[in-house]
C-alpha cells in the first residue's frame, strides 16, 4: 500500500511543493514513479527510478527517497504545475498507485 | 512518436462483455510490456494487467478469471477481453506502454461503463 500526504496542497505560483508518499513495505527504487494528471488528460509520467526525470520534465521538478518514504519537489511553482500527483510502486509483477495529492491554487 | 489509441469502450450492463484495442504505433511494438490502467470516475489510477513481448501475463485480484489480455505483434496491437462486467468495472481504461516497471506513454482511454 502506498499512502500520500498530504491529501490537498494549497500554494500560490512560485511556492515551494513537497510532498510525500510512503509504502507499507519497503521499495525497489528502480521500480518508483511520480505522475501528473490534469483534468481531462491521462496521467504523464513524471519520474522513475524514484529520482530520474522523465523526457521533457523541466529542472524544478526533483524528488528522493528509499526504504519506503519517497518525495517529490516542485520548487517555484508554475501554473501549468497545478495538477493531481500519484506515486506508484511496481513489486511481485503488480503495479500500486498511491491515493494522490492534490495540488491545487491558494 | 509513440502514440496508443484505446477503442472499444461504451455501455454494457451488469454482467456483460466488451473487448478493448490498444492500437501502438511509432516505436518497435515488442519487446515493450503493456499494460492497461483503469480510473474510476473521481479516483486514481488502478492497473489491472499486464502481458510482456513472450505473452506471460498477470492480472490483478480484482479482475482475475473476469478479463483477458492479449497482444498481436504483428498488428502492433493490445487487447483486452472483459467479462462478467460489474458496476464497479466502470472507468476510463487506458492503454499503457511499460518500461521497467513504470507507465513511460499512456493512451487517451477509452470509456467503460456499466449500467443497468
Known amino acids: 500500500v502506498l499512502t500520500q500526504s498530504p491529501g490537498t496542497l494549497s500554494l500560490s505560483p512560485g511556492e515551494r511543493a513537497t510532498f510525500s508518499c510512503r509504502a507499507s513495505q519497503t521499495v525497489s527504487t528502480t521500480h518508483f514513479a511520480w505522475y501528473q494528471q490534469k483534468p481531462g488528460q491521462a496521467p504523464r509520467l513524471l519520474m522513475h527510478g524514484a529520482s530520474t526525470r522523465a523526457t521533457g520534465v523541466p529542472d524544478r521538478f526533483s524528488a528522493s527517497g528509499s526504504g519506503t518514504d519517497f518525495t517529490l519537489t516542485i520548487s517555484g511553482l508554475q501554473p501549468e504545475d497545478f495538477a493531481i500527483y500519484y506515486c506508484?510502486?511496481?513489486?511481485?509483477?503488480?503495479?500500486?498507485f498511491g491515493q494522490g495529492t492534490v495540488v491545487d491554487m491558494k | 512518436q509513440v502514440q496508443l489509441v484505446e477503442s472499444g469502450g461504451g455501455l454494457v450492463k451488469p454482467g456483460g462483455s466488451l473487448r478493448l484495442s490498444c492500437q501502438a504505433s511509432?516505436?518497435?511494438?515488442?519487446?515493450?510490456?503493456m499494460s492497461w490502467v483503469r480510473q474510476a470516475p473521481g479516483k486514481g489510477p488502478e492497473w489491472i494487467s499486464y502481458i510482456g513481448a513472450d505473452y506471460g501475463t498477470n492480472y490483478a485480484d480484482s479482475v482475475k478469471g473476469r478479463f483477458t489480455i492479449s497482444r498481436d505483434n504483428a498488428r502492433n496491437s493490445l487487447y483486452l477481453q472483459m467479462n462478467s462486467l460489474r458496476v464497479e468495472d466502470t472507468g476510463l481504461y487506458y492503454c499503457?506502454?511499460?518500461?521497467?516497471?513504470?507507465?513511460?506513454?499512456w493512451g487517451q482511454g477509452t470509456l467503460v461503463t456499466v449500467s443497468s
Open positions: 511509432g516505436f518497435t511494438f515488442p519487446p515493450f510490456y
Open positions: 506508484q510502486q511496481y513489486a511481485d509483477s503488480v503495479w500500486t
Open positions: 499503457v506502454r511499460e518500461n521497467y516497471g513504470h507507465g513511460d506513454f
